[in-house]
């Protein structure tokens, strides 16, 4: 058995594949998940070949099962191009006509008195888990700093300077980082959810927690936007009309050429935030 208990013919392939990933930085679980599942398939049909019938037949019987997304099939492609590149020409690469067709994001604009009963309602949730004081702040950083619904979750309580005036999202999408200043509104309103969070979990790491004193998860945090929504009596998304695209003239467009000097200045900086506030990353 393999060091991540691949069984299949591809075992050593699959080992050696992930450790390359890892040596990249990508060491995400749901790679390895998937691609179990990738191994077990072989290792029942009795697959020994990389091939078009191995890679679409799993393919094909993974889809049955799954949801409308298909990110999960950049890894099996993807361990396709590494063996292709790695002495074994005739691996299958699979084709990108099973992708999913991109549908373009159609945002749903509120306007300011709905987001006005949004946050009363969320300031008013019936809930004894720390929803019950934490949902304000949560999506006040969503609102007020455009964080996405994955930084707000994974924000440490270490990246949060209240003093200071700003937060620092660490080694976001992209592998980037940034440093955004807030309100005084918002620090109010941060500083009342963090003394509350202390008081039920000294040890707390993430500066949002479930009620076991974790990460919150994104599911979680769909149910309680969820009971917010309909607490507030705001109408179904469904029904909702969605927003056209958003395209000024011209001569409406705010641009700006800095200099180039200060231009690379800001992508040093940018590049070393992380690693001059919290170190290098774990990888």
């Not at 029942?44 to 993974?62: I, L």
């Not at 004193?213 to 994104?218: F, L, M, R």
Request: positive net charge; hydrophobic residues 40%; glycine residues 6%.
């Amino acid at each position: 058995m393999s060091g991540h208990g691949f069984t299949s013919a591809f075992a050593t392939e699959l080992d050696a594949y992930l450790a390359f990933k890892a040596n990249m930085g990508f060491t995400g679980a749901s790679r390895i998940w998937y691609l179990k599942q990738f191994d077990a398939y072989c290792a029942a049909h009795d697959r020994t070949v990389f091939d078009t019938d191995t890679v679409e037949g799993w393919v094909g019987v993974h889809l049955q099962r799954c949801g409308r997304y298909r990110s999960w099939m950049s890894y099996i492609r993807d361990v396709g191009r590494w063996m292709t590149m790695n002495r074994i020409p005739e691996a299958y690469v699979l084709s990108d006509r099973w992708k999913a067709p991109i549908v373009a994001a159609r945002p749903y604009l509120l306007c300011r008195h709905e987001i006005e009963l949004f946050f009363a309602a969320a300031a008013q949730i019936q809930t004894p888990c720390p929803w019950r004081w934490q949902a304000v702040a949560f999506f006040t950083l969503m609102h007020s700093c455009g964080l996405r619904t994955g930084e707000t979750r994974a924000l440490q309580t270490g990246q949060v300077d209240l003093d200071a005036g700003h937060i620092d999202i660490i080694w976001s999408k992209g592998h980037r980082s940034r440093r955004l200043p807030l309100t005084g509104q918002v620090i109010e309103i941060l500083d009342t959810c963090d003394r509350t969070s202390r008081a039920h979990f000294a040890a707390r790491r993430t500066f949002f927690v479930s009620a076991t004193g974790n990460q919150v998860s994104a599911a979680t945090v769909g149910k309680i936007f969820g009971r917010i929504w309909d607490q507030a009596a705001l109408a179904p998304a469904r029904g909702r009309p969605t927003a056209p695209a958003l395209r000024l003239p011209a001569s409406l467009r705010l641009r700006q050429y800095p200099p180039m000097d200060d231009r690379r200045r800001r992508r040093r900086r940018d590049a070393a935030l992380p690693v001059s506030l919290h170190g290098p990353r774990d990888l």
